[in-house]
C-alpha cells in the first residue's frame, strides 16, 4: 500500500466578492480534486487546536499526526532542524523575516509594507544576514541566513515568552501596537532598530531601490519556540515515508518526525515553483521503497498573504493539474494506494493571513468505485452526512490506517 498527502498551504478560504461569493476552490478548475473527492471520503477537519494560533506550523503537525498540544514548541526551532542549526537547551530560536517598513520617521510609527520583502532572493538576502551578523551578532546571539525572505536568530538563555506578532498578520498596518512586548522585548526592539539602520543603507538595498523593488530594510521576529523533539513516524505508523516541500518549517517537521526530505530541483515557496517535479519526485521515492509521501506546496498562502487573487487561483489550478493529475495517472503502476488532498488552514483573502476554521480534506483509494457525483470545495465538505474530525491530528490515524474505507 501507497500513501500520498498533498497539502496546499492555504488554499481554504471564504467567499471572495470578486468570485461571486465563491471561494477560490469553489471557482478553480479543478477536475483532479473533483475526482477524489467523488471516488472516496470528504470531509473537515479541525487542523488548530483551541487556544493555538493558526500557523502552519500548528497546522501541519496536526495533519502529520501530532498533537500540538504535546509536541509544539514553536516554528523557529523546527525551521533551525531543517537549516542544521543545532539548538542547545538553553537556546531559544527566533524566526527572523527580512521585511520592507515605510521610509522615514520613527520607528515605532512605520508600516509593514512587505513581511517578504518583495520575495527577496536567497542570494541577496545571504548578503544582509551575513552583514547583521557582522554588526550585531554577539556572544548570546547568532543570526543563520535561510531562503528568501525567511531566517533564523539563536538567543542563549532567552525567554520563549516574549509577545511577538507575525509579520503577515500585519500587512498595511502601522506596526506601533505590533511591536514586541514583555519579558526580554527591550532587547529585540533595539535589535530591530539598529537593523533597519544597517540595512537602509546596505547596496543590495541600494540596488533594489534603483530597480523600483520593495527593500529588507528591517529584521522582525517571531515565531520563536526551544528545541523541539517528535516521536519517529516509522514507529507511529510502521511504514516509511518522505517529505517533499521547499520550505524549512516543513522539511524541519519532517527531519524530527524521522521522514526522508527530497530534495526537489526548482522547487520554491511560491508560485513559480515546480509544480510537476514535486509530483515526479513523489512517485520516484515510493518505487524506490518508500510507502509513504507528503507534499507541500506553499503557493496558495503565498497568494493569499499578499492579497493575489489571481495567484491564488492558479497555484491551485497549478496543483490540481500537475500535482494531483501526474499523481493519479502515476500511482496506477501500484497495486494500491491512497491519495488525500487538503489545506493546513485557510488563509482568506479578505484578511490576507490565516483562519482558524475547519478545512476540507478528501480521500480516494485505488480500489474505491464512484460514490457521488461532487466537487472539491469548502461547502461541499461541509454538507449534511460528511466526515468531522474535531482532533486534528487523529486525521492520519484514520488515513494510514484506512479506517475511510472500511
Known sequence: MKYVIILGDGMADYGCPELGNRTPLEYARTPNMDFIASRGVMGLVRTVPDN?????DVA???VMGYDPVKYYTGRSPLEAVSMGVKLEEQDVAFRCNLVTLSEGGEYANKTMVDYSAGEISTLEARELIAEVNRKLADIDKKYYAGVSYRHLMVWSDATASTVLTPPHDISGKT????????EGAAILLDIMKKSNEILSSHPANTARREKGMNTANSLWFWGQGKRPFLPKFTDKYGIRGAVISAVDLIRGIGICAGLEVVDVHGATGNIHTDFRGKALAALATLRQGNDFVYIHIEAPDEAGHQGDLQTKLKAIEEIDEKVIGTLLGGMEEFEDYRLMVLPDHPTPMCTMTHATDPVPFAVCAKTAGVLRNVRYDEKNAAAGGMTFIKDGYTL??????DQFFR
Open 396 to 401: 492520519m490515524d484514520k488515513f494510514i490506517g
Open 175 to 182: 506596526i506601533t501596537d505590533h511591536l514586541p512586548r514583555e
Open 52 to 56: 493555538f494560533p493558526p500557523g502552519s
Open 60 to 62: 501541519n503537525l496536526s
